[in-house]
């Protein structure tokens, strides 16, 4: 077949979008809880929250260009997709271990995401080898 | 010497380590080297003393439970074994909670901070965190300061209250007073609202008498006095009187008090001196001073004065009303006299000709004594103690203050019973007892229902059983119970009397055989007695939803 995009990519992306947005919640929901519950000071807090937005804002145009590139067939957006999700990979590990508090839903969480971040750098590879040759 | 002392001073810097391992916390353990009963976790205990505990107070050591997975010691008595035995385990406990802490990377989260000990280097900067009323995270910007400062300058408010000094345009409204001697000293402020008088002796010389600014008018009027503090709106002090005092004492009021009178030397004499200042000062219910005038005496030195007293006073009204003297406003003031009176009898006028003769309209009201020291007073005790040699002391009756005086009588044969009771009486009761008693410290003559009226009482009581010996009484005693509650709201509850007893008790005079005589004390007492109900709280009723609809909103059917 002609078709070079790859649907196991396309799907992968289209569920980490919806994911991405419960993660986004739930954490936020959870950082809002631990600073009640615990004693959670203010340079504490701010790293943390920081690096949640600092996250959000690079997932929509990691998660566009990773579309467009895989539905034209383009390498450089599908490349450009998979710089940025090695920078959301370093803050999802951030999350998982050095946040003030990890609780076992955070754990949880980060794992997901990361597992997902992981399949999508593979699939991301073999599409860009795909395009190239 | 100088190593050891730094490494005491090390040693003392850091503070032992906390220890966070369970097996080896013990919350119970607190005789030293001594076995503590029933703590299981004791290290000081022997087997043999584990046998004799009958529980363990403390079954499990455990750090924060919301941990998902600790290390917990749990401390448990074998009854069934002979001897009983302690088992101790060291298990994991798993918190199952979704949201159960995994990991933390602040290690303050979950143990007590240790506190910094101080050092002679950070010594100040501790006192300025925690020396304070509160701690604060940020001593540098929040304004710790609990150092009073002077009122006159952290009085920021557009009305004068209690105790402000009067402020006039250069300093304060001064009220020369003695000050550690009996010297005048210039520098006492006067207090808003805050009535003095002050005597003091100030240092003359006829020669420079016109040139001792003290001593002339001037000096206590010129400058204008502020209405309001930190205003710009000035009120003068007129000159309400002169009063001219002559060598021998004599005072003289002059007719007229414009013309201002500075002290002049004439053949040898010093004359127009100020002797006294009298402030009034009158001011509005807001707080604001809206008159000033002063009354003075002014007399003449002579040479061979070295020094002259002069007095002071000052005194507050507010405008419009009289200067009653109150005791308290509204409740009476501990301390205070009680404000009692009497009802004029005899002008049972109805109303209705009180608005036809407009004349006639004061017809009832209290009548009170204008001493306010006497209105309601019991029997002083003098020091010779004799009842009938002491006519005439009488102390006030002081809100709150119980009260026991007394006196002995000495009885002769040849004394007459009837004119003896009427003495006693009068001993007791003083020359004018009121009838009505003021409920609350601020009540007006005029409203006679806030009065309440004085019951009188009398208790006869038996000396023997000889009730028909003879049928003559004397007093011996008079009590007086004011029964007093405390009424509005519960911050500030005001002290009102409610009802006043008067109780005369007498005993049967025996007559006795001549020549002898026989002394019996006579006592008055006042006892206030609270009676106030226990404070109820009360809430404001809710809201009410009021809506209406206007009266055409069904237009075409209505």
């Known amino acids: ?133 | 010497p100088a190593d050891t002392r730094d490494a005491a001073q090390a040693r003392v810097r850091s503070p032992p380590a906390p220890v966070t391992d369970v097996a080896r916390l013990c919350v119970c353990d607190l005789l030293v080297a001594q076995c503590d009963i029933n703590c299981c976790c004791d290290p000081d205990c022997s087997a043999e003393d584990f046998s004799l505990f009958t529980t363990c107070s403390v079954p499990v050591v455990i750090g924060d439970s919301q941990l998902c997975s600790q290390k917990a010691a749990v401390y448990s008595l074998d009854v069934e074994a002979n001897p009983p035995e302690r088992i101790f385990k060291l298990i994991d406990q798993v918190n199952p909670s979704i949201f159960c802490i995994h990991a933390t990377n602040y290690k303050q989260a979950l143990y007590l901070k240790s506190p910094e000990i101080p050092t002679p280097e950070n010594f100040d900067q501790l006192l300025d965190k925690f020396g304070g009323a509160t701690f604060s995270a940020e001593p540098d910007s929040w304004n710790l300061d609990t150092d009073a400062q002077n009122p006159p300058e952290a009085n920021e408010t557009s009305r004068y209250e209690y105790g402000v000094p009067v402020q006039t345009e250069d300093a304060f409204l001064r009220l020369p007073s003695p000050v550690v001697s009996s010297w005048c000293s210039d520098a006492n402020p006067a207090g808003f609202l805050v009535n003095q008088a002050t005597k003091c002796i100030r240092s003359v010389s006829v020669e420079k008498c016109d040139s001792i600014q003290a001593l002339s008018m001037l000096f206590y009027i010129n400058s204008s006095i502020l209405a309001v503090p930190k205003s710009s709106q000035m009120v003068n002090i007129t000159v309400q009187s002169i009063v001219v005092q002559s060598l021998n004492g004599m005072r003289t009021l002059l007719s007229s008090s414009d013309v201002l009178r500075l002290p002049t030397v004439s053949d040898e004499l010093c004359i127009n001196a100020v002797l006294g200042v009298n402030y009034h000062i009158t001011h509005t219910d807001t707080g604001e001073i809206i008159e000033a005038a002063a009354a003075f005496v002014l007399g003449a030195i002579s040479r061979e004065a070295l020094s002259i007293e002069q007095s002071f006073k000052i005194s507050f009204t507010q405008e419009n009303t009289q200067p009653v003297p109150l005791s308290g406003n509204p409740g009476y003031v501990v301390g205070l006299p009680v404000r009692a009176g009497f009802q004029p009898q005899g002008y049972p006028f109805p109303a209705a000709f009180s608005f036809n003769f407009p004349q006639l309209c004061v017809t009832s009201g209290i009548i009170q004594s204008s001493n306010k020291h006497s209105q309601l007073t019991i029997l002083h005790s003098t020091s010779t103690q004799d009842c009938l040699a002491a006519q005439g002391a009488r102390a006030p009756v002081l809100f709150g203050y119980n009260m026991v005086s007394g006196c002995k009588l000495r009885i002769t044969a040849a004394m007459k019973c009837q004119p003896l009771a009427q003495t006693l009486l009068d001993v007791l009761k003083g020359q004018s007892f009121p009838e009505y008693v003021a409920s609350f410290g601020n009540s007006q003559a005029q409203d006679v229902l806030d009065w309440v009226p004085i019951t009188q009482l009398h208790i006869s009581e038996q000396m023997f059983s000889h009730t028909l010996q003879s049928s003559c009484q004397i007093p011996v005693s008079l009590g007086i119970e004011v029964k007093w509650t405390k009424y509005g709201s519960l911050v500030n509850p005001q002290a009102r009397i409610v009802n006043v007893t008067a109780t005369i008790t007498t005993t049967t005079l025996k007559q006795l055989p001549s020549g002898r005589e026989r002394i019996i004390p006579i006592t008055s007492s006042v006892v206030f007695t609270d009676i106030s109900s226990p404070a109820e709280p009360s809430y404001k009723a809710w809201p009410t939803i009021n809506i209406k609809l206007p009266f055409d909103f069904f237009y075409p059917f209505v």
């Not at chain 1, 993660?23 to 600073?35: E, G, H, P, R, V």
């Not at chain 1, 504490?44 to 600092?54: I, K």
């Not at chain 1, 997709?81 to 999350?95: E, I, K």
């Open chain 1, 1 to 133: 077949s002609s078709q070079l995009s790859s649907l196991p990519l396309q799907i992968l992306l289209y569920v980490n979008g919806i994911y991405y947005i419960f993660y986004f919640l739930a954490t936020l929901a959870m950082i809002i809880y631990k600073s009640q519950v615990f004693s959670y000071p203010d340079d504490f807090l701010a790293p943390d929250l920081a690096v949640l937005f600092l996250m959000a804002i690079l997932e929509v145009p990691r998660l566009y260009l990773g579309f467009k590139g895989n539905l034209t067939e383009a390498e450089a957006p599908l490349g450009l997709s998979l710089g940025l999700t090695v920078g959301s990979v370093l803050l999802c590990v951030y999350l998982l271990l050095w946040q003030t508090y990890v609780l076992w839903a955070d754990v949880l969480l980060n794992a997901v995401l990361l597992s997902a971040y992981g399949l999508e750098s593979g699939l991301k590879v073999s599409a860009i080898a795909a395009f190239v040759s």
